[in-house]
């Protein structure tokens, strides 16, 4: 058998494996993806805090902060701050901070109709930047005109995130209660103008692995 025979010999086995491994590959087509309402329990839940924990929770604090007339009734409204800065979780769920206090915040916005003012220190980097390309003239002024400073707060949130799990050796089943505590402070005084409060406990059998 001549070199040539031999090469193409080889050519053939190896298309015939690669044509049988591509056979081998799964592409059917999994199960298509599918919306589910946030302010419920979804396909997959365990016994962290989850979507309808968080619609919930918020939507009772910022019905309980507008009824509040030290916060939604003074005039002239108060500067509020609410960010994750002070809002610690010390407990076992994992969980994005910013979820809570993003959506209390933008909730509270929305609804308070000019009642309190929120100051955004989170976006304080980008107006700093903004603030010193005006004066070194390399933008125009906008059409609001010029500020001494960015505008400093009355109030601002803080709280926790604590948890207490327990698991039951016989079955596996697992429980775990949370406590969230929500404050508003005076950035002046220290005191505490308003506290809110929102507890739960969930157990399962099997839980689910949060990201």
Not at 10 to 35: E, F, S
Not at 153 to 181: E, K, N, P
Not at 190 to 197: C, L
């Amino acid at each position: 058998m001549n070199k040539l025979a031999i090469l193409l010999i080889a050519a053939t086995v190896l298309i015939q494996t690669g044509c049988t491994y591509t056979t081998r590959v799964n592409n059917a087509a999994g199960r298509p993806t599918i919306y589910e309402d946030t302010t419920s329990t979804g396909a997959v839940a365990g016994i962290g805090m989850e979507s309808q924990d968080i619609t919930s929770m918020t939507d009772q604090m910022v019905r309980d902060m507008l009824s509040n007339p030290i916060l939604a009734g003074r005039n002239p409204a108060p500067r509020v701050i609410v960010d994750a800065e002070y809002f610690h979780n010390e407990g076992s769920t994992r969980i994005n901070k910013n979820m809570i206090t993003d959506r209390m915040r933008i909730d509270l916005n929305r609804s308070a109709n000019g009642r309190m003012v929120f100051i955004g220190r989170h976006f304080s980097d980008m107006v700093a930047k903004e603030r010193e390309l005006k004066r070194e003239g390399m933008v125009t002024e906008g059409t609001i005109g010029s500020a001494k400073a960015q505008a400093g707060a009355d109030f601002r949130l803080g709280g926790r995130i604590t948890t207490q799990d327990a698991v039951r050796a016989s079955s596996g089943m697992a429980s775990r209660y949370h406590l969230i505590t929500f404050e508003m402070i005076d950035l002046e005084t220290g005191i505490i103008v308003w506290s809110g409060m929102y507890e739960f406990k969930k157990s399962a059998q099997d839980d689910v692995v949060y990201r």
